[in-house]
């Protein structure tokens, strides 16, 4: 990880200080904007084409195939210390927490075709590219990114440190973050 610790680094202090102590957040957040874009190129190739008029549907099945490829990566990097949970158990817990962030994402789409009629009113292509990205991933992103956090870290990943059994078992970047939370 000297890529990680070298970007660490070079973090002013007090700022350092509060990177370590957010750790898991930073890195939820790192998947969750690899996650946007697999979902935005998914949504739109979509959306543009055999979707158009179904841009609901479109979402939901980006946002699904988005939900797998962050299964993976948050397990294996954003929470890979935590644990506590029969991998299966956590697996199931992981998609129905979110499987429901996918239906908050697309909620404010779904409001604004089904009860604003807004593709309707929307002249041109520039304009509804615009209108789809505000209302799913800036509105509906946000929504489903504060659920999700809060969710995965309370139900599916709920221990700390819930994988390792000894210290060894870490990586340098997170006996650092520890050590952080320590001196707090």
């Known amino acids: 990880m000297a890529f990680v610790d070298g970007v660490v680094s070079r973090i002013p202090q007090p700022f350092r200080s509060l990177a370590l102590r957010h ?12 996650t946007m874009i697999f979902d935005l190129a998914i949504f739109y190739s979509l959306s543009l084409t055999i979707l158009e008029q179904k ?29 506590g949970r ?61 659920f999700r956090f809060w969710s995965l870290r309370r139900f599916a990943f709920p221990e700390e440190n819930g994988r390792f059994d000894r210290d060894e078992d870490l990586d340098e970047d997170d006996i650092e973050a520890q050590e952080g939370l320590g001196r707090s």
């Not at 939900?67 to 954003?78: D, F, G, Q």
């Not at 029969?86 to 409001?111: C, D, K, M, Q």
């Open 55 to 83: 841009p609901t549907v479109a979402k939901v099945l980006s946002g699904l195939l988005a939900t797998v490829l962050s299964y993976i990566l948050n397990r294996e990097w954003a929470f890979k210390n935590r644990g």
């Open 23 to 34: 750790h898991e957040l930073i890195k939820f957040a790192i998947v969750g904007g690899t």
């Open 86 to 146: 029969e991998r299966h158990h956590e697996a199931l817990l992981f998609f129905t927490i979110s499987g429901i962030g996918v239906l908050i994402a697309a909620a404010p789409l779904w409001v604004a075709n089904n009860i604003f009629e807004i593709r309707e009113n929307v002249d041109s292509l520039r304009a509804l590219l615009v209108v789809d990205f505000v209302l799913n991933y800036i509105i509906g992103n946000l929504l489903q990114m504060v």
